[in-house]
Nanobody, 126 residues
Framework: VQLQASGGGLVQAGGSLILSCAAT????????IGWFRQAPGKERRFVAA?????????VYADSAEGRFTISRDSDKNAVLLQMNSLKPEDTAVYYC???????????????????WGQGTLVTVSS
């Protein structure tokens, strides 16, 4: 599966952005999708993940809980990350990635993912 992330940009603190992760082949091929972010000089960190099977399970990092929402846009065959109440510390390159459903228990761990999109930069100004 090949992924393409988009939607990043510059936003003021308190603002919102919607990131999109699309499969270039118009299908996620049975994979589940996670979002990670990497700030300058820091390691890549988990943000949220969604199980695209009928269960629809969702997991958030503590930093995202209550402010970010991950969802599936079936019309566009994309996974969205709605980010509200953005803070300067949310500034990072955001990546979407695909993980086999058999590894759902490890969705918080970047090393378990099978494919990555190219990342989209989010900058939150204070």
């Amino acid at each position: 599966v090949q992924l393409q992330a988009s939607g990043g940009g510059l936003v003021q603190a308190g603002g919102s952005l919607i990131l999109s992760c699309a499969a270039t082949a118009r299908t996620f091929s049975g994979y589940d999708i996670g979002w990670f972010r990497q700030a300058p000089g820091k390691e890549r960190r988990f943000v949220a993940a969604i199980d695209l099977s009928s269960s629809g399970n969702i997991v958030y990092a503590d930093s995202a809980e209550g402010r970010f929402t991950i969802s599936r846009d079936s019309d566009k065959n994309a996974v969205l990350l709605q980010m509200n109440s953005l803070k300067p510390e949310d500034t990072a390159v955001y990546y979407c990635a695909a993980i086999s459903p058999t590894k759902w228990r490890w969705v918080r761990y970047s090393a378990k993912y099978d494919a990555w999109g190219q990342g989209t930069l989010v900058t939150v100004s204070s």
